[in-house]
């Protein structure tokens, strides 16, 4: 399905949800979310998914949990380089 067919709503990634589809249903709700970002509600349909997933796989909590510490390391490496932006930058001004 082409990502800009009129199927890609959140009424459709609901029936695929509803179907146990839950990856097209994510795969629908992120998309929409990239067109609309801060959207709470496709935020909250996702977190709903995902919620579902763990019931169905309780494993997949380790996995997420990974996901999350990489994304938080990655923040802070973040926030150390800006840092040092700043400080370079006085540095040479």
Not at 3 to 30: H, R, S
Not at 77 to 89: A, H, I, P, Y
Request: net charge positive.
């Amino acid at each position: 399905m082409n990502k800009d067919d009129v199927f890609y709503t959140k009424t459709m990634a609901k029936v695929y949800a509803d179907q146990g589809k839950l990856e097209k249903a994510v795969e629908i709700y992120q998309y929409l979310l990239e067109k609309e970002p801060g959207r709470q509600d496709l935020i909250d349909a996702i977190s709903e998914i995902d919620k579902k997933r763990l019931e169905k796989d309780p494993e997949r909590l380790g996995d997420l949990l990974s996901i999350w510490l990489d994304l938080l390391l990655r923040h802070s490496r973040l926030q150390q380089l800006k840092k040092l932006k700043t400080s370079f930058e006085r540095l040479v001004l």
